[in-house]
């Protein structure tokens, strides 16, 4: 073998060992699919997370892809799933659970689970956010974002009524009284003011779902997600109450927006609303008058459903990816960021270490509506989810929305929104 034959192999040798070393030493590489609802700051916020986990393991780098809201998010984690290219990891909807087990894009977590901590993991978490995260015995997922409804109140306008602003109605009777004196007419017998607003649109279905709790339904879909109760008696009562409402005048009888009730709330258009403790940055930050929170006012009982995002970790994917997402999984849910992303956006921080905190403490101690929602979870129920979820979700908050700006009775609304879920869901049950 000649001496240059040796160079050039010694230099190819060397240069695989380069590589080789360089493969050993690379990060592994995660896409991360997110939504926010507010995409500017809240996108910002994650990104700032993302950037903190990166630098804390740089055997991991995460990128972040903001997906727009829950529903783009949805379509477009379907569409990668579809392409042959899933997220790693991706916050979705509690209520998609159903929709990615029938695509086959997601893996159960209680392996990991076990591996890292099993139950005293599983107890720091709330137990109502659970609900949504499990079918049967199996964890498919990581409650994140989570959130329940609760009612804002303008204490200002309360006092200027008459009533006492350290007291919001605790029934739907007191409810009723207190939007009575808190709707404002002008000489003409407009509404300036509406007593309370309740989104029409949006999530239907979610606010819905409250009331029927409030009237005594345990729940809205069984635990298999193939049947729906709809029909039903405290689905018939909470329907009408809703309905007389708008028959007292004191809520609008038109279309409430989702989207935009909380900058109406914050300029003095509706003196309480009800509406996502997501929202609550949102109008501490904008209203120019001392506000409360309070529970869902209660019929037979409070109740109110859970709501908000979970962490999934994707099918098809090498298995060091899977391990890392792990990984981050656990960092994001971990009580310092629990109590982070709360305090940034409002949702509920969803480990009960995360109230040990100091910083935490020192934020709910300036400011308390950011409890109501955690001390509302003993009351809280599964959203609503079953096959083909946003389906059925649709046609429950079409007919309801019917029932609203009364194109259909009540008893017609709930009839046909039980009729249509029923010819969905027939597929998915056992023959």
């Not at 780098?61 to 790693?88: C, H, I, N, W």
């Not at 109605?169 to 808190?182: F, G, I, Q, S």
């Not at 029909?231 to 009562?237: F, L, N, Q, S, V």
Request: proline share 5%; hydrophobic share 45%.
């Amino acid at each position: 073998m000649t001496r240059r034959v040796c160079v050039v192999l010694m230099t190819v040798v060397l240069a695989l060992l380069l590589w080789a070393a360089g493969r050993a030493g690379a990060a592994v590489e995660l896409k991360f699919f997110y939504p926010v609802s507010v995409s500017g700051p809240l996108a910002k916020v994650m990104d700032g997370l993302v950037t903190d986990f990166n630098n804390a393991h740089p055997g991991t780098r995460v990128t972040p892809v903001f997906a727009g809201g829950y529903d783009e998010a949805m379509a477009k984690t379907q569409a990668a799933v579809l392409g042959g290219v899933p997220p790693d990891v991706a916050v979705l909807l509690s209520t998609d659970l159903f929709t990615l087990l029938d695509m086959g894009a997601i893996i159960p977590l209680d392996g990991f689970i076990d591996r890292s901590g099993g139950e005293r993991f599983r107890q720091d978490f709330f137990e109502a956010f659970w609900l949504n995260a499990r079918v049967g015995r199996t964890t498919y997922s990581i409650p994140f974002q989570r959130s329940t409804i609760i009612l804002y109140f303008n204490k200002d306008a309360f006092e200027r009524a008459g009533l006492d602003p350290a007291a919001p109605p605790r029934t739907w009777a007191e409810l009723e009284v207190d939007a009575e004196r808190l709707t404002q007419r002008d000489a003409s017998g407009e509404v300036t003011r509406w007593g309370v607003g309740i989104p029409t649109t949006g999530f239907t279905y979610w606010l819905f779902q409250g009331f029927a709790a409030e009237a005594g339904a345990r729940r809205l879909a069984n635990d298999d997600g193939t049947e729906v109760f709809f029909d039903t008696p405290p689905a018939h009562r909470a329907l009408n109450f809703w309905l007389r409402l708008q028959d007292l005048k004191v809520e609008p009888g038109n279309v409430t927006d989702w989207g935009t009730l909380p900058a109406q709330f914050v300029a003095g258009k509706f003196a309480m609303i009800y509406h996502s403790t997501g929202s609550l940055t949102f109008v501490r930050n904008n209203a120019g008058f001392a506000f409360g929170t309070a529970f869902m006012p209660a019929d037979t009982r409070y109740g109110t459903p859970t709501g908000g995002g979970n962490l999934y970790i994707f099918k098809n994917i090498p298995a060091e990816r899977t391990t890392a997402a792990w990984e981050f999984v656990q960092w994001m849910t971990a009580p310092q960021q629990a109590a982070r992303w709360s305090q940034a956006s409002g949702y509920v921080a969803v480990r009960r270490s995360a109230f040990n905190i100091r910083l935490y403490q020192d934020y709910t101690a300036r400011f308390p509506q950011a409890l109501v929602a955690r001390d509302q979870l003993p009351y809280a129920q599964a959203e609503l989810s079953s096959h083909n979820s946003a389906q059925v979700q649709k046609v429950l908050s079409d007919n309801l929305q019917s029932a609203l700006t009364r194109a259909k009775t009540a008893d017609q609304a709930l009839a046909a929104a039980q009729q249509q879920a029923d010819q969905i869901l027939s597929q998915f049950r056992k023959k």
